[in-house]
């Protein structure tokens, strides 16, 4: 049996799949849902859930909450601003005399699950399936995956939390042909996914999210406030963490009531904070927040190269959509009501359950793909950046394409394989590289086949095979298909902002390789065919021939061009008598 997980910055949930139905497992409180806080006490048994969070405001330096934030990271990436290491060391907590890192806390709260689920069901069950944000690098994802060994779990898949969601939604809808966007917001992470659902074959389009927005920086802002509204400042760990509780309380019982009372008896110094809280008020604070996610949503439908009418349903899943204000924004983004089908806290959790339930054959006719997140290619003879598969190509995928050498008595290709949106391949990501020798040869006699394959595991195979020899190469990419978020914002930004240069750079490249073919081609004809030509007529060749030469020196593109069309023009001549004179032998 395969639990399906979803192990969210701010609860977490498991459940199986049993006789036909996914199934979220409570515990002998009869609570499905555990929150990701850990407690370790100086001395005694690890507390995980509920009975940590009791402990959050007596012990707030032996409580950990948020862990997902960390984990996979780097001291001095996002999120690490608080913790103590060396730059570019792996993210640690010390609590007392122990240092954990967060697989360690992670592992905590996953073990707590799995006891959970083994309680329930009376037997051991030691396979899973861990959902993620879509926008986890390689780093977090392979962090959780190893929580989840510590945890005592093989870890099957690790699957995105909104194609998990997308997978709750779809599973009752197999025949429908649709386009769906997941809009999930939680405490900690924002993502938005396009997905099409086509007979049951569930197809990423597009993603774009961020992992540091939720609704932890929402409660951050209610804190802020609360305490401005009350005069009082605290800054004692144990007071900053009762206030920022109470701001959650309060927010979350503002998405029903209109106002409401925040009481805090001896905050801090003996000050006691009571003040009374509209929605009103909360959503002036809070909408800077939510609406950092529309460029983001906006960005994912440019990718799938959607318009939001093209959307069947905008599907709402994370706890902070339950916000009157997080509903109407989205409605204002994409001009229409959003799906409320789906229970915002359990349809991550139910799509896991099904994706294990689909690992074991459980669910045959659902398929799930994912897409690449950056373009694929190989560097060209002129240092251009050849695309074989584009961005966002769902995987698995395989294409190929056939190159000639480029130079007469050649020995041999070398095939960089890149990754990247820019036009020079020096701006792209070299990914690895294989050389493939021959004998020489004139130019274009040989021809080099590379093809690209991805397998369903996002693993990038490049095999290059010379056609007339058969010897081939191949080398495996691990990195193609999962890179990070801010890698990837990174690249994409750098298309934008460079567009005109690189186009301009694309162009002269390619008028430089067709300058360089053509200066040997006109001496050489030039040597065949002067004697037969008016003087003033080889002047005029070699006056241009020299002005192409003088824009490859300058590098500029417009000169470029415009001495190649003349240089053109005056060899018409040459092309003719060569002619003649082929037709005369
Ligand atoms: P995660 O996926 O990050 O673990 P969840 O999807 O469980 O998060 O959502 C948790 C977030 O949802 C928290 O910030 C919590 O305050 C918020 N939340 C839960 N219920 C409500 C509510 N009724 N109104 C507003 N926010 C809520
Ligand atoms: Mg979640």
Redesign the pocket.
């Known amino acids: 049996m395969i639990a399906g997980i ?1 192990l ?5 949930l498991i459940g199986v799949y049993e006789s036909g139905f996914p199934t979220l497992l409570a515990d002998q409180h009869g609570n499905r849902i555990t929150p ?1 806080v850990v407690f370790y006490p100086k001395n005694g048994e690890t507390l995980v859930g509920r009975e940590a969070e009791r402990q959050r405001s007596l012990h707030p330096d032996r409580t950990i909450s948020s862990v997902k934030r960390l984990i996979g990271r780097r001291i001095g990436e996002k999120g690490t601003e608080n913790l103590l290491g060396n730059k570019g060391t792996a993210a640690s907590i010390t609590i007392g005399d122990r240092i954990l890192t967060p697989e360690e806390i992670s592992s905590e709260i996953l073990k707590k699950l799995k006891s959970i689920a083994e309680d329930r069901l009376g037997a051991t069950i030691n396979r899973a399936v861990i959902t993620v944000p879509a926008y986890f690098n390689d780093a977090q994802r392979t962090s959780t995956r190893r929580a989840g060994e510590l945890a005592g779990f093989m870890v099957e898949r690790i699957v995105s939390e909104p194609t998990a969601a997308a997978l709750a939604y779809g599973l009752d809808r197999l025949a429908d042909q649709s386009k769906v966007a997941v809009y999930d917001l ?4 924002f993502d938005l996914s396009v997905l099409q659902l086509d007979n049951g074959v569930f197809q990423v389009l597009s993603t774009h999210g961020d992992t540091q927005l ?3 920086d ?2 951050e802002a209610i804190a802020e406030l609360v305490s401005k509204k009350a005069g009082i400042s605290v800054s004692s760990p144990a007071a900053t963490s009762r206030l920022k509780e109470a701001a ?1 309380a309060a ?2 019982i503002l ?1 029903t009531a209109d106002a409401t009372e925040v009481r805090l008896p001896f905050l801090e110094d003996n000050r006691s904070l009571e003040i009374s809280l509209t929605r009103a008020e909360i959503e002036q604070a809070s909408a800077p927040i939510i609406r950092r996610t529309r460029a983001l949503c906006m960005r994912a439908l440019q990718d799938a190269d959607l318009e939001t009418t093209d959307l069947d349903q905008v599907i709402l899943v ?3 959509t ?2 009157p204000l997080v509903r109407n924004f989205v409605k204002e983004i994409f001009g229409r009501e959003p799906n409320l089908s789906q229970h ?2 359990e349809s ?1 959790a139910l799509g896991a359950i099904l994706q294990g339930a689909i690992l074991e054959g459980n669910l045959q006719n659902v398929a799930l793909l994912d897409v690449t997140p950056l373009s694929l290619g190989i560097e060209t003879f002129g240092g251009l950046m050849n695309v074989i598969i584009p961005r966002n190509t769902t995987i698995p995928a395989k294409a190929g394409e056939m190159f000639t050498n480029a130079v007469t008595g050649q020995q041999g290709m070398r095939i960089s394989v890149l990754q990247g949106e820019r036009e020079l391949a020096s701006d792209n990501w070299m990914l690895g590289s294989l050389e493939i020798p021959f004998p020489p040869s004139p130019k274009g006699a040989v021809r080099v086949g590379v093809q690209f394959s991805i397998d369903a595991d996002g693993i990038l195979q490049v095999l290059a095979r010379d056609t007339s020899t058969g010897s081939e190469q191949i080398i495996e990419i691990k990195s193609a298909v999962e890179v990070s978020d801010e890698a990837v914002e990174a690249m994409l930004a750098g298309s934008l902002e460079h567009a005109f240069e690189d186009m301009d750079a694309r162009i002269f490249t390619e008028a430089r390789l067709k300058a360089e073919e053509m200066l040997p081609a006109v001496e050489d004809a030039l040597a065949q065919l002067g004697s037969d030509l008016p003087e003033q007529e080889v002047a005029e060749i070699l006056r241009h021939a020299a002005e192409v030469r003088a824009a490859l020196v300058l590098k500029e593109t417009k000169r470029l061009k415009l001495t190649i069309a003349a240089l053109d023009e005056s060899t018409q001549i040459l092309a003719t008598k060569l002619i003649e004179k082929a037709l005369k032998a």
Do not use: A, Q
């Open positions: 979803d969210g910055t701010t609860n977490s990701s939680g405490g900690g992470t939720g609704g932890d929402i409660d959650r927010k979350e998405s994370g706890g902070s339950r916000m915002p806290d991550v």
